[in-house]
């Protein structure tokens, strides 16, 4: 898959005028990259950290395919010549409509200058770029300061356009002012889903720790934190969250057995206490990230220790209709009340297909009220697409708040039964 290298070009620090190629002094750093996986530590020498970065991915066998970068109009364009040596500087500028454009550029970049820097003098500018670059596309785009909703939105679309489906993603933090990165972050946890990126790596030059390379993996970690809190909150699903505790292997495999079950509604108990126990076991050895999913983790998988098999299903059926999951709780409260039945009467395998078939019998016998009617003939019509006869019923298909109504009738009903009431 492609890889996309997003970074931000800015103003420099020290601008000056008429000596040699740049014109800010934007300083030479020697940027120290630490060993990575078997690639060992390297130093790379430059004043755009962008293109050292690009360097040291290459030199792990890493291609880039694109180089976005986004700047205002006057951040200083005409210094990412920097990238390359001196004298590969001098051949590209050698070209008198390579250094005619590039004293265009550098003029127009100048605060008191009255024409402003277009992105379409910069394509031409970073034609050049990918030329002499060579295995990578350089784009340069100017999307302003990102103050006002309008810069914002201009950086979001050319993640939109040079993101695509399953694209893997660095992002150099290291220049710019300090709100552009900030919104580039967030849009990027949001492509992590629109567009299926496969990978966010984080990476920062830091020329006030001595030109120490970070690379923020923290910043993935969370983004797949937010991800998997949010799948299970939308869905229950608690899978991934399990996944990034990392605990044991036997731990995932039990996890995914659980979780399977759990979907299939065939939940196994003994099972999920086991996860229980382990992760109250492993909790003071995790960081405070993977400390706060397994919290999560206890709270998705607190069904476990309820001794009735009807409340459980009957918790469940009210977490689906929280999160508006209304086929799935109409199911789980049905078979609640079937399981409680059972329970009522003693019965062990209270899941059992013919132990719930005699339960139905049993409450159709027993019960002349007509919540119990209305609720298997709402859970048929919509599990099995039969159509109803009662007005009731026929309007809950319809309607949330009578299905909620019945759904309400339901679960006091569910009360009476386990509290032998009926």
């Not at 567009?195 to 970690?221: H, I, M, P, T, W």
């Not at 939308?234 to 899978?239: A, E, L, W």
């Amino acid at each position: 898959m492609a890889t996309v290298l997003v970074s931000f070009i800015g103003i420099g620090q020290n601008p000056r005028e008429g000596q040699g190629t740049s014109m800010t002094e934007y300083a030479k750093i020697k940027y120290k990259f630490k060993a990575e996986n078997v690639f060992p530590e390297e130093e790379l020498e430059n004043s755009i950290f962008g293109s050292v970065l690009l360097q040291r991915l290459k030199n792990m066998n890493r291609k880039v395919d694109r180089w976005l970068i986004m700047g205002t109009e006057n951040s200083i364009w005409c210094d990412l010549i920097e990238m390359f040596s001196q004298e590969k500087q001098d051949e590209i500028l050698k070209a008198e409509e390579n250094l005619a454009l590039w004293s265009q550029i550098r003029d127009e970049i100048d605060f008191k200058s009255a024409t402003k820097l277009t992105n379409e003098t910069l394509e031409k500018w970073q034609k050049i770029l990918t030329w002499n670059l060579k295995n990578t596309e350089v784009f340069c785009r100017i999307v302003g300061t990102a103050s006002k909703p309008d810069s914002q939105q201009k950086i979001f679309e050319l993640l939109l356009e040079f993101i695509k489906s399953g694209n893997n993603v660095v992002f150099d933090v290291t220049h710019g002012l300090r709100n552009q990165p900030i919104i580039t972050s967030f849009a990027l946890m949001y492509l992590r889903n629109l567009r299926n990126v496969r990978n966010v790596e984080f990476y920062y030059g830091a020329s006030d720790l001595q030109g120490e390379v970070v690379k923020l993996d923290f910043c993935n970690e969370i983004l797949e934190a937010i991800e998997s809190v949010a799948i299970y909150k939308q869905t229950g699903n608690y899978r991934q969250i399990g996944e990034q505790l990392e605990i044991s292997e036997s731990f995932k495999s039990r996890l995914n057995y659980v979780a399977y079950t759990d979907e299939t509604l065939k939940p196994r108990k003994d099972k999920a206490r086991m996860l229980l126990n382990e992760c109250e076991k492993e909790k003071d050895s995790l960081n405070s990230l993977k400390n706060s999913l397994s919290e999560k983790l206890i709270e998705a998988l607190s069904w476990a220790n309820e001794q009735s098999n009807a409340l459980v299903w009957k918790k469940k059926a009210e977490i689906a209709f929280k999160r508006e999951q209304y086929f799935k709780a109409i199911a789980l409260l049905w078979e609640s009340i079937l399981i409680a039945e059972c329970e009522r009467f003693g019965v062990e395998k209270s899941s059992d297909y013919v132990a719930k078939e005699n339960a139905d019998k049993r409450l159709q016998k027993r019960l002349k009220t007509s919540d119990f009617w209305n609720l298997k003939k709402l859970r048929n019509a919509i599990l099995h697409g039969t159509t109803p006869e009662e007005v009731k019923v026929l309007k809950a298909i319809d309607s949330l708040k009578d299905f909620t109504d019945i759904f309400d009738e339901g679960k006091r009903l569910f009360d009476e039964i386990l509290a032998n009431e009926t």
